[in-house]
């Protein structure tokens, strides 16, 4: 079970959500959206600091970390997060 983060997509958080090195991104399991692999949750970001983190990647200078009580989310699985160039969007992905 890993967190991979491809250093396109945090480029664009970082560019988006005008980040620093040494900032933290939590993902987070939220009630409604399309996730694909609970029905009426999925995933959303916010700037934070780690209290109790579960799952941690840090590339380009950004920490990307699910609290350890998010991990049941990805059920054993990793959480691919990538940036589609096509459509300037961020892909999130448990495969």
Known sequence: MKLIVEQQAARWYKQEMDLS????????????GCGSVHPGLS??????????????????GIQFFL???????????DLHISFN???????MKVV
């Open 21 to 32: 090195e040494g900032d933290s991104l939590r993902i987070f399991v939220r009630l409604g």
């Open 43 to 60: 995933l959303g970001i916010a700037k934070e600091e780690p209290r109790s983190p579960g799952m941690v990647a840090n590339v380009e």
């Open 67 to 77: 609290e350890e009580d998010n991990v049941w989310y990805v059920e054993d699985k």
């Open 85 to 91: 160039e096509q459509y300037e969007e961020i892909i």
